[in-house]
C-alpha cells in the first residue's frame, strides 16, 4: 500500500539554526499538508500546498516557514531560525483529487535546544 | 474561539464496553467530517469519514448532525487494541482541515 515517508524520524538542533524536514507524498496525490503537534496537545494546520504553491496557511506559518516542492517527489518544510518553541512533532499529508481522505507521514520530531 | 470541540476524556472503560465520542464544531460552512485516532506518538490515521447518513464500519458507527454542528463516534464491544486517542476532524472550506484536540480512550482488561 502506498504511504507518506517523512525524514529525518528525529531531528535535533540549537536554536537559530535552519532545518529542513523532507517528505515524499504518495506518488499521484495533488494536495500536500504540513501540520504540527506540539507534545500533550492537538494537531495544528500549518500549511496546504496545490498546484506548486501554497493554497491556504494558517497564524502558526510565518516568515520563518516556507515550504517547497523542489523536484516531482519531495515536498519540504523549512524553518530558518528555529525558536525553543518550534520543537514539535511535524507530520506531513497528502491527498489524490477528488477524495477528502488525507494520508499522513509517520512524522519528524524536532527537538530545539 | 475553539474551533472543533471534543469531550475532554480520558474515558476508561472495560473491554467490551460501548463508549461513544462527541464533537461539536463551530463553523457551520464545514463541508467534511472525519474521525481519525492516533495512537502515542504515532501519526493520526483515518477511522472512517462521516456522512450526513451515518455509516458504520463493523464496531464502529458515526453520525453527522448538521443542524446542531455535532458529529459523534460509537465504539461497540471495545477491544484492548482500540486504546488510542480519537480525533474529530473538519474540512472548512478551502483545505483547511481542523483537528479538535481528541479524546483519549483506554480500554482495561
Known amino acids: 500500500e502506498p504511504e507518506v515517508t517523512q525524514t529525518p524520524s528525529h531531528q535535533v538542533t540549537q536554536m537559530g539554526q535552519e532545518v529542513i524536514l523532507r517528505c515524499v507524498p504518495i506518488?499521484?496525490?495533488?494536495?500536500f499538508y504540513w501540520y504540527r503537534q506540539i507534545l500533550g496537545q492537538k494537531v495544528e494546520f500549518l500549511v496546504s500546498?496545490?498546484?506548486?504553491?501554497?493554497?491556504?496557511k494558517s497564524e502558526i506559518f510565518d516568515d520563518q516557514f516556507s515550504v517547497e516542492r523542489p523536484d516531482g517527489s519531495n515536498f519540504t518544510l523549512k524553518i530558518r531560525s528555529t525558536k525553543l518553541e518550534d520543537s514539535a512533532m511535524y507530520f506531513c499529508?497528502?491527498?489524490?483529487?477528488?477524495?477528502?481522505?488525507?494520508?499522513f507521514g509517520p512524522g519528524t520530531r524536532l527537538t530545539v535546544l | 474561539r475553539k474551533e472543533v470541540e471534543q469531550d475532554p476524556g480520558p474515558f476508561n472503560v472495560p473491554e467490551g464496553a460501548t463508549v461513544a465520542f462527541n464533537c461539536t464544531y463551530s463553523n457551520s460552512a464545514s463541508q467534511s467530517f472525519f474521525w481519525y485516532r492516533q495512537d502515542c506518538r504515532k501519526e493520526p490515521k483515518l477511522l472512517m469519514s462521516?456522512?450526513?447518513s451515518g455509516n458504520e464500519d463493523g464496531r464502529f458507527t458515526a453520525q453527522l448532525n448538521r443542524a446542531s454542528q455535532y458529529i459523534s463516534l460509537l465504539i461497540r464491544d471495545s477491544k484492548l487494541s482500540d486504546s488510542a486517542t480519537y480525533l474529530c476532524v473538519v474540512r472548512d472550506y478551502g483545505q483547511n482541515f481542523v483537528f479538535g484536540p481528541g479524546t483519549r480512550l483506554s480500554v482495561l482488561p
Open positions: 462521516v456522512y450526513s
Open positions: 500546498f496545490y498546484n506548486n504553491e501554497i493554497s491556504e
Open positions: 499529508a497528502s491527498r489524490g483529487d477528488n477524495t477528502d481522505t488525507q494520508y
Open positions: 506518488s499521484n496525490h495533488l494536495y
